[in-house]
Nanobody, 120 residues
């Protein structure tokens, strides 16, 4: 079984920074695309940022220039550095990963989420 465990959420003032981490554990052959999504109260879950195994990245327009996604393949971990945080960034942030379990099997997994609250 594969688990994704997020950490690093919390309460921060507008303009502040947080760094989220997501570590994948279990029987993993390799990790393909990894990403961060978020869901605010009353809203749909949306993609924040994604990073391919080769390092290519994709960001939501709302976070471009403020958030940076990165990964450490040796540690099976993806990070999200969030700077210049705004109240609109308040949400539960979820880690997502495409995990190659065998040469023929690619399966998608979600973490349980970590709360980020931006408020003065």
């Amino acid at each position: 079984q594969v688990q994704l465990v997020e950490s690093g959420g919390g309460l921060v003032q507008p303009g502040g920074s947080l760094r989220l981490s997501c570590a994948a554990s279990g029987v993993i052959r390799s990790l393909s695309t990894m990403g961060w999504y978020r869901q605010a109260p009353g809203k749909q879950r949306e993609l924040v940022a994604a990073i391919a195994s080769g390092g290519g990245t994709n960001y939501a327009d709302s976070v471009k220039g403020r958030f940076t996604i990165s990964r450490d393949n040796g540690k099976n971990t993806v990070y999200l550095q969030m700077n210049s945080l705004k109240p609109d960034d308040t949400a539960v942030y979820y880690c997502n990963a495409d995990v190659r379990l065998t040469s023929a099997t690619l399966q998608n997994y979600w973490g349980r989420g970590t709360q980020v609250t931006v408020s003065s």
